[in-house]
């Protein structure tokens, strides 16, 4: 049987973000990542926050034309585009700062 735990959420919000299992195990492997996870540090809060929003626009691309996810050759990562207005937009910045 596969593991699911890459994409499966763990940990999902009221708002509809969510954290994967996979997600959470990586940042346990930080220095202190299990005590920030137990004291909702920052770090662990800005974390949460990205993975909420990577989650939802990965999610997003899946069903909708007017998100793109793609290899950005001049950063080296993955990157979104989005309609600077609108639904998404709106969903990912209460999510920003965690």
């Known amino acids: 049987m596969a593991d ?3 994409r499966a959420p763990l940990m999902v919000d009221d708002d509809g973000g969510y954290i ?3 997600q959470l195990k990586f940042f346990m ?3 202190r990542g299990f005590d920030k996870i137990q004291s909702l540090d920052t770090d662990f ?3 949460m926050g990205y993975c909420k929003t990577y989650n939802y626009l990965w999610d997003c691309s899946k069903n909708r034309l007017d998100v793109l996810m ?3 050759n001049i950063k080296n990562t993955i990157a979104f ?3 600077k207005t609108g639904r998404i ?3 990912i910045s209460k ?3 965690g």
């Open 89 to 91: 937009a709106e969903t």
């Open 95 to 97: 999510w920003k700062d």
């Open 70 to 72: 793609y290899w950005d």
């Open 29 to 31: 492997n930080r220095r």
């Open 20 to 22: 994967t299992k996979a």
């Open 4 to 6: 699911n735990s890459f």
């Open 45 to 47: 809060l800005l974390y």
């Open 81 to 83: 585009s989005f309609p």
